[in-house]
C-alpha cells in the first residue's frame, strides 16, 4: 500500500492509472475499503484519469454489487473514468467477446467527443460484434429473476473456489509441508499467487504435468477436489 502511494504521489498530473475492480490478478490482494478510499484521495490530488479493469466481478466475494465497491467510491469521489467489463468470466461466455466499456464524463461536450472517439476506434476493430453472447447478458440482466439467479450461480463459483483454496491448504499442511500456507486461503478470486519459484514452478511442469505460469500463479477456478491430493503433494515435493 505504501508503494502503490508513493507511485500515484510520485507520477507527473494527469497521469493514468489502471487499477483491479476486485479479485486482483495475479495476487488474488485486494485493497481494504478504507486503503480504496485512500487511493481515490491520492488519486484525485493529482488529478490523475482512472481505468478501471473489471474482469472478475462477483469472483473475488461472491457478490457481484460488493465487488464493485472500488468502482463506487471513484464515482462518488468524483473522478472522471473509463471502465473496461468483461463478461467471459462471471458469465461463462469465453470465446463470445462480450464485454462494455463505460466512461464517466464531466459534461455533455465531453460525452459527445468521447463517444466520437470510441466510433472510430471501434469501426476498424470490429465493425459488427458478435450478438449471441451480449443477447445472452442483455437478457438476463434485464429480467429481474433471471438476474437474481445469475446472483445466486455467481456465488456458487465463488464458493467453489473459496473451498478449493481451503482443502488445498488444509491439505499440504496434512501431508508436513513446513511452509505456511495461509495466504492460499487469504487471496480472493480465481487465482493463487503461490510463492513457488520460476524453478519449482518448472518441476511441476517437467516432474508431475501440472501446468502453471512461471511466476507461481495457480488458476484456482480450474482445480477440483480430486485434484487436490495430487496437486498438494506435488507442491510439497518441489517446495521441501
Not at 473509463?82 to 458469465?91: E, I, R, T, V, Y
Not at 429473476?145 to 465463488?158: S, T
Not at 499442511?173 to 499467487?193: A, L, P
Request: charged letters at 20%.
Amino acid at each position: 500500500m505504501e508503494g502503490l502511494l508513493a507511485d500515484v504521489a510520485a507520477a507527473p498530473n494527469q497521469s493514468v492509472f489502471l487499477f483491479h475492480a476486485c479479485a486482483h490478478n495475479p495476487t488474488g490482494v485486494d485493497p481494504t475499503p478504507s486503503q480504496w478510499a485512500e487511493i481515490s484521495k491520492a488519486v484525485k490530488k493529482k488529478n490523475h484519469f482512472i481505468v478501471v479493469d473489471s474482469a472478475y466481478q462477483g469472483f473475488a466475494s461472491g457478490d457481484p454489487v460488493a465487488d464493485t465497491f472500488a468502482l463506487r467510491q471513484f464515482v462518488a469521489d468524483g473522478h472522471p473514468l473509463a471502465l473496461a467489463q468483461s463478461f467471459s468470466k462471471n458469465f461463462g461466455l469465453y470465446g463470445q467477446r462480450v464485454g462494455a466499456v463505460s466512461f464517466i464524463t464531466e459534461n455533455a461536450t465531453e460525452t459527445a467527443n468521447v463517444e466520437s472517439q470510441l466510433k472510430i476506434l471501434a469501426r476498424p476493430m470490429y465493425s459488427n460484434p458478435p450478438l449471441h453472447g451480449s443477447r445472452v447478458v442483455t437478457i438476463v440482466l434485464s429480467d429481474p429473476e433471471l438476474r437474481k439467479q445469475w446472483h445466486v450461480d455467481v456465488k456458487e463459483m465463488a464458493d467453489r473456489i473459496i473451498l478449493m483454496r481451503s482443502l488445498l491448504r488444509k491439505e499440504l499442511e496434512r501431508i508436513g509441508s513446513k511452509h505456511n500456507w495461509q495466504h492460499v486461503t487469504d487471496q480472493i478470486g480465481m487465482f493463487c499467487y503461490s510463492g513457488l519459484t520460476p524453478e519449482q514452478v518448472d518441476r511441476l511442469t517437467n516432474e508431475y504435468h501440472i501446468y502453471l505460469t512461471r511466476n507461481g500463479r495457480i488458476s484456482m477456478a480450474g482445480v477440483t477436489s480430486k485434484d487436490i491430493p495430487i496437486l498438494a503433494d506435488a507442491i510439497h515435493q518441489v517446495s521441501k
